[in-house]
């Protein structure tokens, strides 16, 4: 089956948009007609959803947001993973695409949504302030975490999977309409290949890579 080039809740805006665009022109309407073809164009730019391709080592985690790195750091992750962990945080400008794809081949072992303010992406403590939907995969014995978090404008955050579904590394597992922030979580084992302020893409970009594998 063919992917859609735009993520699938762009439809409910391109489509509407496209047809009055071509009803404004057969009306002879013309600059409602322009308009609303320009107004289309941003919609298919805006969901975009370009097919990546993803090609790594079994051992590499990739990057699940296109954006910049805002960190890397060591920390102890309580809830969902229970011990030592490695962070990436990934922020999505409003001109990023907004589909997040799976850091790595698992199933889904838990996905858990909290409802929370919406605080701009870059200040601190958002990850546990902010409306955010956790989603653990497990890769035979590793656990890794995926955080989508809401912003200032990203008001809406859609997951993709369901608990004990299977994914493919790269695959979409949701997206964040307007961007905002993307952390993800791994064994303290890995080892960053990527530093504050580096431009990543999802799917494509190797975050961190196993100890000893580098």
Same mark, same amino acid.
């Given at each position: #089956? ?6 699938k809740?762009? @439809?409910i +805006?391109?489509l ?5 665009s071509? $009803?404004f022109?057969f @009306?002879?309407?013309?600059?409602l007609g322009? +308009?609303?073809? @320009?107004?289309? $164009?941003?919609?298919l +730019? ?5 097919? %990546?391709?993803?090609l790594?080592?079994?051992e590499?985690? $990739?990057?699940?947001a ?5 960190g890397?750091? =060591? ?7 229970g011990?030592? !962990? ?5 922020? #999505?400008?409003?001109s =990023?695409?907004?589909?997040?794809r799976?850091?790595c =081949? ?6 858990q %949504? ?5 605080? $701009?992406?870059f200040?601190?403590?958002?990850d546990?302030?902010?409306?955010r939907? *956790?989603?653990?995969v ?7 975490l995926?955080?989508q978090?809401?912003g +200032?404008?990203a %008001? ?7 608990e004990? =579904?299977?994914?493919?590394?790269g695959?979409?597992?949701? #997206?964040?309409?307007f961007?905002?922030r !993307?952390?993800?979580? #791994?064994? %303290?084992? *890995?080892?960053?290949?990527v ?16 100890e000893g594998?580098?």
């Open positions: #089956m063919t992917k859609l080039p735009v993520a809740e762009g @439809l +805006f391109i509407p948009s496209a047809f009055l071509f $009803l022109y @009306l002879g309407v013309y600059p322009a +308009f609303m073809a @320009l107004l289309t $164009l941003f919609f +730019f805006f969901f975009r959803n370009p097919a %990546r391709s993803t790594s080592d079994e590499e985690i $990739l990057s699940p296109d954006g910049r790195v805002m890397v750091e =060591d920390l102890y992750e309580s809830e969902f993973l011990g030592e !962990v490695k962070r990436i945080s990934i922020f #999505m400008s409003v =990023d695409v907004h589909v997040n799976a850091p =081949d698992g199933s889904i072992e838990r996905v %949504r909290r409802d929370g303010r919406f605080k $701009l992406a200040k601190k403590g958002i546990e302030e902010n409306e939907n *956790y989603i653990v497990r890769r035979n014995s590793e656990k890794f995926l955080v978090i809401a +200032f404008l %008001r809406r955050i859609v997951c993709y999977v369901r004990t =579904d299977k994914v493919a590394k695959a979409p597992v949701g #997206m964040i309409a961007g905002s !993307v952390d993800v979580y #791994m064994p %303290r084992s *890995y080892v960053a290949v530093k504050t302020g580096q431009k990543v893409k999802s799917g494509v970009t190797v975050l961190a890579k196993k594998e580098q």
